[in-house]
């Protein structure tokens, strides 16, 4: 990831302003999140991930997006309730936005640019084609709770396909090898 990469203007979802450059130093997990997905379970092990890595300098930044089959329909206060009330989320989230398409994030390009293959991805991308789902690009982020690893260093290190969960044996050791090392 690149200095400018930092620079990507970002909105908090309590309106504020932000960027990547808030965390710099830190080990990074980016998650595109949703409400009403199959995998929306994952918040759970995804705040237990956040808990029990923080003090290590470790961040989970969720960005709520709607571009699957619309399952995040709400508005920005409707996410932080629903992620509050079902799930007691405390890691940072952000403004929703679009991880695919024409109107695609800068972040989003930037991540699936410097990081086109995902850990677990061919089994997933297979079980889309079985619902009629496939991606135009196969760089493209696949579905809902797709990850990015980002270093203290601010490199894009793995990637991981949605059904990766947070406490899958290949992330967790990504994200230990990355928390071992100094900023």
């Known amino acids: 990831m690149s200095n400018s990469l930092y620079d990507i203007p970002l909105k908090k979802i309590d309106g ?5 450059g808030d965390y710099r130093g830190k080990v990074l997990l980016v998650v595109n999140v949703a409400s009403k997905c199959g995998l929306t379970p994952q918040y759970e092990g995804l705040e237990k991930l956040y808990q029990g890595k923080k003090s290590q300098g470790f961040e989970v930044l969720g960005f709520p ?10 508005s920005d206060a409707d996410i932080v309730e629903f992620c509050s009330m079902n799930y007691g989320i405390h890691f940072p ?91």
């Open 65 to 74: 997006a709607n571009n699957f089959k619309e399952q995040e329909p709400g």
């Open 93 to 183: 989230l952000f403004s929703k936005i679009s991880v695919v398409g024409a109107d695609q994030h800068a972040l989003y390009s930037e991540l699936t640019a410097s990081q086109s293959d995902a850990i677990g991805e061919g089994p997933f991308r297979e079980r889309l084609k079985g619902y009629g789902i496939e991606s135009a690009n196969t760089t493209d982020v696949l579905w809902n709770f797709e990850k990015f690893l980002i270093s203290r260093q601010g490199l894009v290190v793995a990637r991981f396909a949605p059904d990766v969960a947070a406490d899958d044996p290949r992330l967790l050791a990504a994200l230990e090898a990355q928390l071992a090392k100094e900023a």
């Open 16 to 20: 504020s302003g932000g960027s990547l």
